[in-house]
């Protein structure tokens, strides 16, 4: 079929659910940031579509204040909103961001465990509709490039799957990521993301296990949609959808920072060096994910070639971020383990196994 995600939704299908919907206090799950794709979410359908949302988030320490305070404001803004918040303990998060910066070379556990945690519990709310911060531009790479790379091999005609389908595969995919059938393929490095967090986390996915299982055997069994607004329609520009934010949120940048592609993790830099030394060093085969979101970002329309060139100098491209060093520190990563800790050796040493580059 056609490029873009398969589970877009629209507002008359959102408000057909939500009128269907007798099983449970809410609309839909919100999986929220603070940042302005997630606050825009927020404000969209309790605002201007009226549904009941339940905001869930949990406690990722890299989040910036700035983006703390943005979903404290929202829930002021928006009385009508639920927020419901899940911790790991910080032993866990910093075992599990050093042990995936050994295993595939960066540190990032977003969003995959937000998957994990809220997911079960959308179930259990019953709950018909999850949706996330994420807009079109993140997923140009799955949405647009692989489908069109399918249908110039005959592949168009292939009917979608349901969205119950889609859904359990996507949560599959988060909870039973095969290794990659091809190595050096452009969705490999994204799987064994997915596979290192599961091993390193296990114990967290035992609920969504049992969902997964449950739902595959018997197709009564309840299940939340997972389902995407239509951003390049909505959005008009960053610029503008930032200016709403700012105007009906009370939405904030964090200080210094000027991009408008992700605004709410303060070790998004990081992930930028690291995915852009691993593609330098020969170590994969996927270009960093930012650089594909601005492009996509200009080539939608968007943001302008100018201002496309501006987020690529916000990115954690050119040198090692200001919040890799702090970050090493808090991770327990000395100036040895970047040459001998499983891939970090390709993330933060330029020329690979020899690490010339490592002072």
Same mark, same amino acid.
């Given at each position: 079929?056609?490029?873009?995600?398969?589970?877009?939704?629209?507002?008359?299908?959102?408000?057909?659910?939500?009128?269907?919907?007798?099983?449970?206090?809410?609309?839909? @799950?919100?999986?929220?940031?603070?940042?302005?794709?997630?606050?825009?979410?927020?404000?969209?359908?309790?605002?201007?579509?009226?549904?009941?949302?339940?905001?869930?988030?949990?406690? @990722?320490?890299?989040?910036?204040?700035?983006?703390?305070?943005?979903?404290?404001?929202?829930?002021?803004?928006?009385?009508?909103?639920?927020?419901?918040?899940?911790?790991?303990?910080?032993?866990?998060?910093?075992?599990? @961001?050093?042990?995936?910066?050994?295993?595939?070379?960066?540190?990032?556990?977003?969003?995959?465990?937000?998957?994990?945690?809220?997911?079960?519990?959308?179930? +259990?709310?019953?709950?018909? &509709?999850?949706?996330?911060?994420?807009?079109?531009?993140?997923?140009? &790479?799955?949405?647009?490039?692989?489908?069109?790379?399918?249908?110039?091999?005959?592949?168009?005609?292939?009917?979608?799957?349901?969205?119950?389908?889609?859904?359990?595969?996507?949560?599959?995919?988060?909870?039973?990521?095969?290794?990659?059938? !091809?190595?050096?393929?452009?969705?490999?490095?994204?799987?064994?993301?997915?596979?290192?967090? $599961?091993?390193?986390?296990?114990?967290?996915?035992?609920?969504?296990? $049992?969902?997964?299982?449950?739902?595959?055997? !018997?197709?009564?069994?309840?299940?939340?949609?997972?389902?995407?607004?239509?951003?390049?329609?909505?959005?008009?520009?960053?610029?503008?959808?930032?200016?709403?934010?700012?105007?009906? @949120?009370?939405?904030?940048?964090?200080?210094?920072?000027?991009?408008?592609?992700?605004?709410?993790? $303060?070790?998004?830099?990081?992930?930028?060096?690291?995915?852009?030394?691993?593609?330098?060093?020969?170590?994969?085969?996927?270009?960093?994910?930012?650089?594909?979101?601005?492009?996509?970002?200009?080539?939608?329309?968007?943001?302008? $070639?100018?201002?496309?060139?501006?987020?690529?100098?916000?990115?954690?491209?050119?040198?090692?971020?200001?919040?890799?060093?702090?970050?090493?520190?808090?991770?327990?990563?000395?100036? !040895?383990?970047?040459?001998?800790?499983? +891939?970090?050796?390709?993330?933060?040493? !330029?020329?690979?196994?020899?690490?010339?580059?490592?002072?």
């Amino acid at each position: 079929g056609a490029a873009g995600p398969r589970n877009a939704v629209d507002d008359a299908a959102l408000l057909s659910i939500a009128a269907a919907n007798t099983d449970s206090r809410f609309d839909v @799950m919100v999986l929220c940031t603070g940042g302005k794709d997630s606050t825009y979410l927020l404000w969209y359908l309790a605002k201007r579509l009226g549904l009941r949302v339940l905001a869930a988030s949990w406690n @990722m320490p890299y989040t910036n204040e700035t983006c703390r305070g943005n979903v404290r404001r929202s829930l002021e803004l928006l009385p009508n909103v639920e927020l419901v918040e899940r911790t790991l303990s910080w032993n866990d998060v910093r075992a599990a @961001m050093r042990a995936q910066f050994g295993n595939v070379g960066l540190p990032c556990l977003c969003p995959v465990v937000a998957h994990a945690l809220f997911f079960p519990l959308a179930a +259990e709310e019953r709950i018909p &509709v999850v949706m996330q911060g994420v807009e079109e531009v993140q997923l140009a &790479v799955m949405s647009y490039v692989m489908r069109s790379l399918q249908s110039g091999q005959g592949q168009s005609r292939t009917a979608p799957p349901s969205q119950r389908e889609q859904t359990l595969q996507f949560l599959e995919l988060a909870a039973h990521a095969p290794e990659p059938a !091809d190595p050096f393929s452009l969705v490999a490095e994204f799987i064994r993301y997915q596979r290192s967090v $599961r091993r390193i986390l296990d114990p967290l996915y035992g609920p969504l296990d $049992r969902l997964l299982e449950r739902a595959r055997k !018997d197709e009564s069994v309840f299940l939340p949609q997972f389902l995407r607004l239509k951003t390049n329609e909505l959005y008009g520009s960053w610029s503008q959808v930032a200016e709403l934010m700012k105007r009906e @949120m009370d939405w904030k940048m964090p200080p210094g920072q000027k991009g408008l592609l992700h605004t709410s993790c $303060r070790i998004e830099k990081v992930k930028d060096y690291c995915q852009y030394m691993r593609f330098k060093n020969m170590r994969t085969t996927s270009f960093p994910q930012s650089i594909v979101e601005v492009s996509a970002g200009v080539y939608f329309g968007l943001i302008s $070639r100018e201002e496309g060139l501006r987020e690529v100098e916000e990115l954690g491209y050119h040198r090692e971020p200001e919040a890799l060093a702090g970050l090493l520190r808090d991770l327990g990563i000395g100036e !040895d383990d970047r040459r001998s800790h499983g +891939e970090t050796r390709y993330s933060l040493c !330029d020329g690979g196994a020899g690490c010339g580059g490592c002072a």
